[in-house]
């Protein structure tokens, strides 16, 4: 995530627009504009924000969902950062890395989901919008998925 090459191209205007969209339409939060990246109302909750701003990205956050644009698709990431986090926290990431199956270490920054939509060249613009909204609708699915199992475990 932190390091993504962001600029002020097309591409950039038209995914930030869209996530702009998303977060009035109430399905992620989205705060800065000519970011890729977004958190949600669920994942905050259940992951909040630290006090201090000392994660993995030197934020508060402790979670990211972050987009990359790699040859001619557009790809979605969710991402835990595991510095400077609380017991809590530490319990909550351990409930999700083990309903995926993955591997429990110290880490600064775990991916525990990506996935990729090709973008047609024939209606370029329309085609990444589409596949910012496809992503983050997978996205969102998947993350209900996982709190549902990462809840169970933790009762």
Known sequence: ??????????DSEIICRELQQLSSEGKIIYGESNRWSFSTKE???????????NSSWGT????WYWFEK???????????GGWNTTEEH????????????????DFRFKRLYYKKVKLSQDDYEESLKKA????????????????N???????
């Open 1 to 10: 995530f932190e390091n993504v090459n962001i600029d002020n191209s097309a």
């Open 43 to 53: 994942m905050d909750e259940f992951l909040p924000a630290l006090i201090d701003a």
């Open 60 to 63: 508060n956050y402790v979670y």
């Open 70 to 80: 790699y040859e001619d698709a557009l790809v979605i990431h969710f991402e835990l």
């Open 90 to 105: 530490k319990k909550h990431m351990s409930a999700l890395i083990e309903v995926l199956g993955k591997k429990q270490d």
């Open 132 to 147: 910012v909204r496809t992503l983050v609708d997978n996205a969102i699915k998947n993350e209900t998925m996982l709190l």
């Open 149 to 155: 199992k990462a809840k169970e475990l933790l009762n």
